[in-house]
């Protein structure tokens, strides 16, 4: 579970980046952003590294 966490978090990061880069979605992005962070901090939370 902890693995698939990470796996989610570096994929909303990645679909944020190019977002960002490249589309403008609006809020959506920044929402990805979000949870992305959130699925970190759980993540480091529960004791594992991030990275």
Known sequence: ???LL????VI???AW???F???????LIH??????IIAVIL???QGRKAI
Do not use: D, P
């Open 21 to 27: 880069l490249g589309y403008h979605f609006g809020g």
């Open 31 to 36: 929402i990805l952003l979000v949870i992305a």
């Open 12 to 14: 909303l990061v990645i």
């Open 1 to 3: 579970m902890g693995n």
């Open 43 to 45: 993540r480091i939370i």
């Open 6 to 9: 990470y796996v989610i978090a």
């Open 17 to 19: 980046a190019i977002g």
